[in-house]
């Protein structure tokens, strides 16, 4: 088995049980905290008539967010549960959604040419892949943009491997939608924090801006504060881009 597929399996376990209640998933937050605020970064930087393209978008919350944004919003997934997830969510039809391996360099370059350049929004992918995976994430994001796309990345960065072990020692262990990811074989802030903006760059991308932030997760440790997890975001773009009209 290869690594990919390791870790393509524990994703499609992770979404088959995962229920359609909005939140079940620790990372579904609502977009008001974190599409939004992430949009209100990128948005200076891009070119809001472009597609935009929401890169491990689990059950699509943040993807029906940016579609109310740009003229065509797509989800993509590595998990075909999670892309079901998101088509039943999605009522009023107003994204697309499909599986896609952003590992599979020809299949991305399929997807650019169906949409043309466009815009890249892409939350806590990379952290979450095997290290193997990582650049070809990133190589993904810079053949989706083309010339004319703007990206915005956010990762989590190593000091989130402190909130989470503190909160797996909470009283009774750790909270349940936390107990699920172990569970599932998944390994959250595996990245290095110095190595998102290297992958960046050896993928072709330059940064327009960057800085930290934290990303809300929807679960609650036992003293009921929620679990925000330390992030770093980066605006990129192809180092050959050009201007937003």
């Known amino acids: 088995m290869s690594v990919s597929e390791r870790y393509r399996q524990a994703w499609e376990s992770y979404w088959q049980n995962t229920s359609d209640a909005p939140g079940e998933a620790i990372w579904d937050a609502d977009p008001s905290l974190s599409a939004a605020p992430h949009l209100e ?3 200076p930087h ?19 967010y940016l579609a109310s944004h740009f003229p065509r919003a797509i ?25 896609l391996n952003l590992t599979d360099a020809a299949r991305v370059r399929e997807l650019h040419e169906r949409l043309g350049d466009t815009n890249v929004y892409m939350r806590a992918v990379i952290h979450q892949s095997d290290p193997p995976d990582r650049r070809s994430v990133a190589e993904a994001v810079a053949t989706l943009l ?5 990206a915005f990345v956010a990762e989590l960065t190593e000091e989130s491997k402190t909130v989470l072990r503190e909160a797996a020692q909470d009283p009774g262990g750790p909270p349940p939608k936390l107990r699920r990811v172990f569970d599932h074989g ?3 802030a595996d990245a290095r924090t110095v190595e998102v903006p290297e ?15 934290t990303l ?3 679960e609650y440790r036992a003293d009921g504060t929620r679990i925000d997890l330390p992030a770093q975001w980066f605006v990129v773009a192809a180092l050959n881009s050009s201007r937003p009209a």
């Open 75 to 99: 989800g993509v997934d590595l998990s075909q549960a999670a892309i079901e997830h998101a088509r039943r969510a999605d009522t009023e039809k107003v994204a697309e959604y499909e599986q």
């Open 146 to 150: 083309g010339r004319r796309g703007r």
């Open 46 to 64: 891009a070119d809001t008539g472009l597609p935009i393209a929401d890169l491990g978008c689990g059950n699509g919350t943040q993807t029906r």
């Open 41 to 43: 970064l990128l948005a």
């Open 216 to 218: 809300p997760q929807t």
């Open 186 to 188: 998944l390994r959250p």
């Open 199 to 213: 992958l960046l760059r050896e993928a072709g991308l330059t940064v327009l801006d960057h800085g930290l932030t």
